[in-house]
């Protein structure tokens, strides 16, 4: 059974830091690109940003470009999210996402139960 | 960026009724547009790819259709578990884009 669990959510001041990281299991997680997409309290989805399976491609949200470092260690199965220079508008529920891909794209067919990143004084 | 417009942002409707979700993108996605289903509390649903392409696990009554700017999400009869927000999202262009979401509830 596939399964992404983040963890490292929590309440951080404005100007702080926070690690995000979304264990995998169930899958080669080796073989797959992985995103991080967040949804602000009562907000849509946003997506934040992206890596390809052996990290030969990243890619960031203009929001958050700077700011957030994506990595992996396909070794351990984990996927992170160093996130620097907090802001309020970063507090959000922080989703890991695997992507499959078909004939031309990439889609999230599986998705974490998600870390709740709180940026308050 | 693309940005995606879903219509309408709430729609009232009782179980056994149709729904009909629409998608309109800025430009050109091809068919390369997904959507999801959102409970509250819960992670999102991947429900169709590529348009019209039901995800593994995912009902028959849910079906999609479109191309270029236009898409449609039908649920052909509602269940009381399909009540929940819906989104739209392109992979066409970086960086991928996801509408405002529909809101599915029950009249």
């Known amino acids: 059974e596939v399964q992404l669990v983040e963890s490292g959510g929590g309440l951080v001041q404005p100007g702080g830091s926070l690690r995000l990281s979304c264990a995998a299991s169930g899958f080669s997680f080796s073989s797959y690109s992985m995103n991080w997409v967040r949804q602000a309290p009562g907000k849509g989805l946003e997506w934040v940003s992206y890596?390809?399976?052996?990290?030969?491609?990243?890619s960031y949200a203009d929001s958050v470009k700077g700011r957030f470092t994506i990595s992996r260690d396909n070794a351990k199965n984990s996927l992170y999210l160093q996130m620097n220079s907090l802001r309020a508008e970063d507090t959000a529920v922080y989703y890991c996402?695997?992507?499959?891909?078909?004939?031309?794209?990439?889609?999230?067919?599986?998705w974490g139960q998600g870390t709740l990143v709180t940026v308050s004084s | 960026e693309i940005v995606l417009t879903q219509s309408p942002a709430t729609l009232s409707l009782s179980p056994g009724e149709r729904a009909t979700l629409s998608c309109r993108a800025s430009q050109s996605v091809s068919t390369y547009l997904a959507w999801y289903q959102q409970k509250p509390g819960q992670a999102p649903r991947l429900l169709i790819y590529?348009?019209?392409n039901r995800a593994t696990g995912i009902p028959a009554r849910f079906s999609g259709s479109g191309s270029g700017t236009d898409f449609t999400l039908t649920i052909s009869s509602l269940e009381p578990e399909d009540f929940a927000v819906y989104y739209c999202?392109?992979?066409?262009?970086?960086?991928?884009?996801f509408g405002q979401g529909t809101k599915v509830e029950i009249k």
């Open positions: 996402a695997r992507d499959f891909y078909t004939l031309g794209s990439y889609y999230s067919d599986y």
């Open positions: 590529d348009a019209s």
């Open positions: 999202q392109q992979r066409s262009n970086w960086p991928q884009t």
């Open positions: 890596i390809t399976s052996s990290s030969s491609t990243i």
